[in-house]
């Protein structure tokens, strides 16, 4: 069995909402850090300030830094993030993050070392040694959906374990929804987070995780057991986990616990109404499987009226599927449909398709 807590925060009085209910999860939890190295581990996507919901709330952040740091703890606050050229401190920066660690902001991608693996996609994952080091972990994922994976939450969360840029080999070693999912879990068991505190404040709806719409839930969620945590999140937004791969993965292997009578949720759980789903998944991965006799156009789209032509989608795109001409052009051939373009691009020029994946990407369900 496993424990989930659910509280509610207002948006009037946010930081102390948030202080008093992270306090309550610390007392939950029976965190005990006195004397421990903590990472804190939020969710660093891009340079995006908080309102957009992109990245965990900084004033959860700064309310787990100082209950860390009451409890004698010595703290640290880092993520690797998205795109192979960002600056983990500028975008902590651009972010909030940066500042509400309160001087504890550590860069991941220092001091790499390889950490041999069981996964079947590569032999070893290049991690931060500050990772492997924390005698505490606390992932702070937040509440979204994701275009490839269907919920970026907890395990999802983990994918920050990878330093820097080899998170874009890695859709390359892993080229599926399914097989993709199947590392995210590879990763996680490298180093299983001790607490996992959700930020639900704002969440986000449709095509995830960049460039979906906020959708204001005023929760934070938490659990020592992420699986447990994400398939709560699942079912807050209309999901039987059992229809998810990662759940799937999780029973095989024994990992955390989703199924509804093994987690006991505590607080104002409730499905969230009309709540929209990535395009991809908006019908039932049994549903899509059919579907997959649609052949259609699957890879990104540009738009052409708001591409700025930086360039980041090319530099990012870990099939090299992508050259400019002037705007950005992909070659349907070499696109494995990982999103990660559409995830990475700040403008939200890349949009992902309305179509039903092709007959090429039916190694997708295997
Ligand atoms: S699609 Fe986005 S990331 Fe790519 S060149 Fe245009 S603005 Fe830059
Ligand atoms: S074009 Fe976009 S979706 Fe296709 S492989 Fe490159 S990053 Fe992934």
Redesign the pocket.
Known sequence: MSDVLIIDVGHERLEEDVRAAVARIFERFKVDVAGKRVLVKPNILAGLPPEMGVTTNPAVVAAIVDQCLARGAEVMVGDNPGGVDRNSQTTAEQCGIYQAAHGHFKNLSERVVEVQTTSRFVPNFPMGKTVLDADYLINVPCFKTHTLTMITGAVKNCFGWIAGGYKARLHLAAPSRNRFQELLMDIYQVRVPDLNIMDGILAMEGNGPTHGQVRPLGKLLASTDAVALDATMARMIGIDPAELRLFQIAAQRGIGHWAPEEVVVEGPFAVIPDFKLPTEFAVSPTEQVALLQDIGTT??TVKDEVCIQCGD?EL????Q??SMDPFPV?DPQK????????ELCMEGAMEVPQGRLPEKFDKMFR
């Open positions: 890879v990104p989608c990012n795109c870990p099939a599927a992508i992909v696109c494995i449909a990982c999103f990660c373009c559409a």
